[in-house]
């Protein structure tokens, strides 16, 4: 991954014209050399380079990788049997989820989980709560719940969500959604008593340095050619064409833009998006209109740099996001899109790794 050219560009290009090999004797640079000096300098060819070294400001922006990594995200509790779901909540109600969690309680076995020793007076209101989402899954597959300020216990500012994922199995997840902290009950639950929890997302994240100390830059067109022997589609594609779509103005979605590369293969479609950008439209203080700090050329998209959340004198690092997930055709009623059993999520995480060894070629 080079790093671009630089101040010492001219300098290191002439220091190297002649070059040092075995047995101490020196020649001109060849082919070789050409183009290691290239790579390392981040020019795309000698001529290129050349160029640059009679007029500096003739160079064309160039996206530089940084990094490239990758991510899964999960959610919800993957539970079999009515008694493992009414003892999931039970155990919410002790604070295994993290709000009062019994640090000095030795860890039991969770499987089943009717085997954790219960306090009947604490887990009543957790009990009632199991006896609501039964009787209502008679007549549905799925349930939720939300409990505000003056409930029990650890229900206070909780949301609970169930659903039936295969009849015949009792197969369900349960999911648990606490304020200020989102599911990291579910996160520390499922760590504490090493449950199995669904898998919602693989991400590869595509880390590019900074075009300068205000902007990022976005090149899609490298990126969609390195997807091209994943994406028989992509080929039809052009970089040109993501920009314009990551452009489009759409003031009725808080979410950020995303172009979508579907794929029938694994049942999974992807999506290339952005993170850690600064925002895009912004108020002019001499109007009541809409600043747009965005910009394209060709297959290149420029704009803010985001300020750190906690340093607001250092910037994020931007990010292009591909990211994979099951077709929504194949979501439980009431859930987004999830993926349950060992070896589909292997098979997703394993698509993924394959995006970002690709990604690290370019």
Avoid: C
């Avoid at 020649?27 to 050409?34: L, R, S, T």
């Avoid at 979508?260 to 049942?267: A, G, H, I, M, S």
């Avoid at 250092?314 to 987004?336: A, N, Y």
């Amino acid at each position: 991954m080079g790093t671009g050219p630089h101040k010492t560009a001219r300098a290191f290009y002439r220091a190297a014209q002649y070059i040092p090999f075995v047995g101490g004797h020196y020649a001109k640079p060849g082919k070789w050399w050409d183009r290691h000096l290239n790579k390392r300098l981040g020019f795309e060819s000698t001529s290129q380079r050349l160029e640059y070294l009679r007029d500096p400001s003739s160079i064309i922006p160039r996206m530089q990788i940084k990094n490239v990594t990758t991510h899964q995200g999960y959610k919800y509790l993957l539970l079999f049997g009515w008694k493992n779901i009414k003892s999931a909540l039970r155990a919410y109600a002790l604070g295994y989820g993290g709000k009062v969690f019994p640090k000095d309680q030795p860890k039991q076995d969770f499987s089943p989980l009717g085997s954790l020793t219960f306090n009947e007076e604490i887990t009543s209101f957790a009990d009632r709560i199991f006896l609501d989402a039964k009787r209502a899954m008679l007549e549905s597959n799925y349930w939720a719940r939300g409990y505000e300020f003056g409930f029990p216990g650890t229900f206070a500012k909780t949301v609970l969500k169930l659903s039936r994922l295969d009849f015949a199995k009792e197969f369900f997840a349960l999911g648990i959604s606490a304020a200020e902290v989102g599911s990291i009950p579910e996160q520390k639950m499922a760590k504490y008593f090493d449950l199995p929890r669904a898998l919602m997302v693989s991400s590869v994240i595509v880390e590019a340095e900074p075009y300068s100390e205000t902007e990022f830059i976005f090149d899609f067109e490298p990126i969609l050619r390195k997807l091209n022997p994943i994406y028989i589609r992509v080929k039809n594609i052009t970089g040109e064409e993501v920009v314009r779509r990551l452009m489009a103005r759409d003031f009725s979605s808080s979410k950020p833009p995303s172009f979508e590369v579907w794929t029938d293969r694994f049942n999974l479609h992807t999506t290339i998006g952005l993170a850690d950008v600064g925002e895009r439209f912004t108020p002019d203080p001499g109007s009541d209109n809409l600043v747009d700090n965005w910009r394209q050329d060709g297959s290149k998209l420029f704009g803010p740099l985001k300020p750190a959340r906690y340093d607001k004198t250092r910037m994020e690092t931007p990010k292009v996001v591909i990211s994979t997930r099951p077709l929504p055709r194949t979501s439980p009623l009431g859930l987004e899109p999830l993926v349950t059993y060992a070896g589909q999520k292997e098979q997703i995480i394993k698509f993924s790794n394959i995006i970002a060894e690709a990604m690290r070629q370019l």
